[in-house]
């Protein structure tokens, strides 16, 4: 069976899961709910034959015994916890710098300044996205539309099921279009999200699906209405 190292530990505030790598990262200020998020993903590990050895720098408390139940193999107790990559994204928490002036002013604004080749075009890539075998989910059954995908746009009118922005601008890229910077703009960055995560066992169709900005989906912890900071904006309409 194969296994994945991973470390525990309480840092900035929060209680963090991660490989040293980062391609493994849970965080969030309760401990209970990131435990019971990575305790998902051990089990569905542990399902396709591998399982985690975790090193904990920070007390478990109930998720100890609940980890054991699912084959991870917990060492703890640890003391001084290795550092950790540096990371390539913006993580809450670090600073980051003044947003630019929303690119849409409402709703009403993204529709009359887009075109609908242009809307399906961006749909039918979150479908694609959607439905693509990932590391710990196999190809979904269900294959979601570009059409899927703008219903869940326009029932949401762009905003973020979470902090409420208008969420509909697309992530910054370079002239040459590689990737930059986004998280001052997070809040207005739309996302396809799954409701209940594929790895855990949720559907890739309509039921399981919602709009959300980015900031958002990447972390939940950052899940608060009306908030103002990557670039959160509230139209009226």
């Known amino acids: 069976m194969k296994h994945i190292e991973i470390t525990f530990r309480f840092a ?16 969030h200020p309760n401990r209970e709910k990131v435990a019971a998020r990575f305790i998902r993903l051990v089990a569905e590990l542990a399902r396709k034959g591998t399982s985690c050895r975790i090193e904990a720098y920070a007390p478990l408390g109930p998720a100890l015994e609940l980890l054991r139940d699912v084959g ?25 710098p003044e947003p630019p002036p929303p690119v849409f002013r409402s ?6 300044r887009t075109s609908e080749r242009e809307r399906m075009a961006r749909c039918y890539a979150a479908a694609k996205t959607a439905n693509k075998k990932r590391l710990l989910s196999d190809a979904p059954t269900t294959r979601l539309t570009a059409q899927d995908v703008w219903a869940v746009i326009e029932a949401a009118r762009g ?20 990737p930059m910077p986004w998280a ?4 207005r960055i739309g996302s396809l999200e799954h409701v ?14 919602t709009w959300a900005c980015l900031w958002c989906n990447t972390w939940q912890s950052e899940r608060r209405p009306q908030v103002v900071d990557h670039g959160g904006y509230y139209p009226q309409d």
């Open 184 to 187: 001052q703009v997070g809040r």
């Open 12 to 27: 900035d505030n929060r209680y963090v899961f991660a490989s040293a790598d980062r391609k493994i990262w849970f965080a």
């Open 196 to 209: 209940r995560w594929r790895y855990g066992g949720g559907a890739n169709d309509l039921s399981n699906v």
């Open 107 to 112: 709703w009403a604004d993204y529709l009359a």
């Open 159 to 178: 905003r973020c099921a979470h902090c409420g922005s208008l969420a509909v601008e697309s992530r910054p890229s370079s002239p040459t279009g590689a």
């Open 72 to 96: 991870a193999i917990c060492r703890v107790g640890l003391q001084n916890p290795p550092s950790l990559k540096p990371v390539k994204w913006q993580m809450p928490g670090m600073p980051v």
